[in-house]
Nanobody, 121 residues
Framework: QVRLVESGGGPVQTGGSLRLSCAVS????????MVWYRQGPGKARELVAS???????TYAASVKGRFIISRDNIKNTTYLQMNSLKPEDTAEYLC???????????????WGQGTQVTVTP
């Protein structure tokens, strides 16, 4: 079984910073793309940032230049450094990982439970 656990969310003032973590555990052979999504109140879920196994990154236009995604392949963890936070960044942040389990032939995408980020004016 594969488990993803996000952490690092909480309340923060406008202009502040937070660092989210998403740790993947289980019988892991390899992890391909790791992705952060968010869903704000009354909004559709959106892709925030992604990072490939070779650390190639992509960002939503709304966060480019403010957020940085990274990963530690030894710890099977992805991070989202969020700077210059705005009230519109308020959302539940969820991570996914495309994981091939030990002994498995193909990979599957697993989701975490999410961590809430609230940016106050």
């Amino acid at each position: 079984q594969v488990r993803l656990v996000e952490s690092g969310g909480g309340p923060v003032q406008t202009g502040g910073s937070l660092r989210l973590s998403c740790a993947v555990s289980g019988a892991i052979a390899s992890i391909n793309d790791m992705v952060w999504y968010r869903q704000g109140p009354g909004k559709a879920r959106e892709l925030v940032a992604s990072i490939s196994s070779s650390s190639r990154t992509t960002y939503a236009a709304s966060v480019k230049g403010r957020f940085i995604i990274s990963r530690d392949n030894i710890k099977n963890t992805t991070y989202l450094q969020m700077n210059s936070l705005k009230p519109e960044d308020t959302a539940e942040y969820l991570c996914t990982a495309d994981v091939r389990m030990t002994g498995g032939v193909s990979s599957h995408i697993y989701w975490g439970q999410g961590t809430q980020v609230t940016v106050t004016p």
